[in-house]
């Protein structure tokens, strides 16, 4: 079974500055990809970025990064010049392969102007 | 890019009616759709497989006689919600997959559908 933990049910951050979302899963597969979602008041869901468990070199997206410890087991997004728009609840999903996903609990972001 | 559209948006249905949400991949085929319930400040929980041609899989405690999941074409999941009780009501979201061409396989998400039963 897989599971996926959020510690942090919030965080806030003041526009410009750089925040970072933990996650930690837990899975017996050897072979599976991370996700970060976002999922604004609108509650669609869009990916923001994905890591395939098999890359050692962590995923980049423009302002996204992450910090991936695969030892660990732990999945890390950075956000770099946070900005108004990036106000969201932000979910860290694993899966095998693009099957079935599996949800952390969420950390809702505020971006403080 | 791929779009899968939800509809519909939202519903409001008295308590014992059944309900009908529908999930389309609209430019691309999809043999396998999921769909995902959402309660309020909650996270998204996975309650079925839909595979096109055969019978849904369904997540360990979701009843699948309340939840009756169709998908008879490449294009198109429905979710039934029968017998409808205050307690169902949530957000349904569900996602398509696909394969693109130089990437790979790809979830796609619909819009969700808020399902409200008085």
């Known amino acids: 079974a897989q599971t996926v933990t959020q510690s942090q049910p919030e965080m806030s951050v003041q526009e410009a500055e750089t925040v970072t979302l933990s996650c930690t899963y837990d899975?017996?597969?050897?072979?599976?990809?991370l996700f970060w979602y976002k999922q604004p008041p609108s509650r669609q869901m869009i990916l923001v970025i994905r890591?395939?468990?098999?890359?050692?070199q962590n995923a980049t997206e423009n302002r996204f990064s992450v910090n991936f410890q695969k030892a660990a087991k732990s999945f890390s997004l950075k956000i770099s010049d946070s900005q108004l728009g990036d106000a969201a609840m932000y979910f860290c999903?694993?899966?095998?392969?693009?099957?079935?996903?599996?949800f952390g609990q969420g950390t809702r972001l505020t971006i403080n102007p | 890019g791929a779009v899968v559209s939800q509809h519909p948006s939202w519903v409001i249905c008295k308590s014992g009616t059944s309900v009908k949400i529908e999930c389309r991949s609209l430019?691309?085929?999809?043999?396998?759709m999921f769909w995902y319930r959402q309660f309020p400040k909650q996270s998204l929980m996975l309650m079925a497989t839909?595979?096109?041609?055969?019978?849904?899989?369904?997540e360990q405690g979701v009843e699948k006689d309340k939840f009756l999941i169709n998908h008879a074409s490449l294009t198109l999941s429905t979710l039934t919600v029968t017998s409808a009780h205050p307690e169902d009501s949530s957000f349904y979201i569900c996602?398509?997959?696909?394969?693109?061409?130089?990437?790979?396989?790809?979830?796609?998400f619909g819009s969700g559908t808020q399902l409200s039963v008085l």
């Open positions: 999903a694993t899966a095998q392969g693009a099957q079935k996903l599996v």
């Open positions: 430019d691309f085929q999809a043999t396998t």
């Open positions: 839909s595979n096109e041609g055969s019978k849904a899989t369904y």
């Open positions: 996602s398509a997959r696909a394969y693109i061409t130089g990437v790979g396989e790809k979830l796609f």
């Open positions: 890591q395939e468990a098999y890359k050692q």
């Open positions: 899975t017996s597969e050897s072979d599976y990809y």
